[in-house]
Every structure is written in C-alpha cells, then in structure tokens.
Nanobody, 117 residues
Framework: QVQLVESGGGLVQAGGSLRLTCAAS????????MGWFRQAPGKEREFVAAIRWSSSSTVYADSVKGRFTISRDNAKDTVYLQMNNLKPEDTAVYFCNAGPSIQGPYWGKGTQVTVSS
C-alpha cells in the first residue's frame, strides 16, 4: 500500500523559505511521477510542481517558477519542495502526490504552509 507522508510546513514571513519533504513507501516509484499540489481556503486544489522519478525531468506552475524547486532522493524514496521568496498567496495546505502520471491516484494528508505579510 502506497503511503505518502509530508512534513516541513509551518509559519514563515513573506520572503522567507521552507523545505517540504514527502516520504514515500509501499512500492517501487521508478516509473512514477511525484508531485506537489496545494489548496488554499475556499479554493480548488492546484498543481505546484512535479518530477519524474526516473529521469528527474521537472515541471512547475507558472506561479512558482523561479521560486520553488522540486527534487528527489532515490535512496531515501523522498521528494522535496524547496520554497524560496514565499508570498502570502502561497499560503495553503500542500499535498504530496504520486502516480504513473501527474496527479496520480495517491495522496498524502498534507502539511500547512502559512506565509505572513
């Protein structure tokens, strides 16, 4: 059974940084895409970034390009989201996602990120 556990969220001032971690277990992820999505209060869940486990190719939402970096550690089955120059509009619950393509069937429970102005 696939399990995704997020950590690293918190409260930070605008302009600050956070690194989110997603620990994955339960299967081999070598052919999977791993992604981050977020959901702000009253809004729909939206795509943030994704990485192909085998090739490390990445894709980002326009709103985070140049500020966020997704990466993975194969040995630890872990995916990271480094978030720099955070803005109040980045405030959301961030979810880890996995599957054969972006927005796959597996989700973590989420971690809260709050950016104060």
């Amino acid at each position: 059974q696939v399990q995704l556990v997020e950590s690293g969220g918190g409260l930070v001032q605008a302009g600050g940084s956070l690194r989110l971690t997603c620990a994955a277990s339960g299967r081999t992820f070598s052919n999977y895409a791993m992604g981050w999505f977020r959901q702000a209060p009253g809004k729909e869940r939206e795509f943030v970034a994704a990485i192909r486990w085998s090739s490390s190719s990445t894709v980002y939402a326009d709103s985070v390009k140049g500020r966020f970096t997704i990466s993975r550690d194969n040995a630890k089955d872990t995916v990271y989201l480094q978030m720099n120059n955070l803005k109040p509009e980045d405030t959301a619950v961030y979810f880890c996602n996995a599957g054969p393509s972006i927005q796959g069937p597996y989700w973590g429970k989420g971690t809260q990120v709050t950016v104060s102005s």
